[in-house]
């Protein structure tokens, strides 16, 4: 559940900020996942497509980098 969580969070900053921004489909989002996060990059991927069902990121690349801690950090987006 907490793969969800992070991935749901990550859904609704992406959409926010791009539609302040007059970005109708996202195609990439870069961020960093912390490498305590106890979550892997298959589940992140997995919930991201769940989350993202119906919404301007859901054919979106994700790439997913590693950093320190636990944290789940949206490094930036690209979109049309």
Do not use: P, W, Y
Not at 21 to 41: F, P, W
Not at 48 to 77: H, P, W
């Amino acid at each position: 559940m907490h793969g969800m969580s992070m991935a749901q969070g990550l859904v609704d900053s992406v959409c926010a900020r791009a539609k302040e921004n007059h970005i109708n489909a996202v195609t990439e989002i870069s961020v960093d996942m912390g490498s305590d996060s106890h979550i892997s990059n298959e589940e992140l991927q997995f919930c991201f497509r769940v989350a993202g069902e119906g919404t301007i990121v859901s054919n979106a690349e994700l790439k997913i980098g590693t950093a320190s801690g636990e944290a789940l950090t949206l490094k930036s987006f690209i979109g049309e």
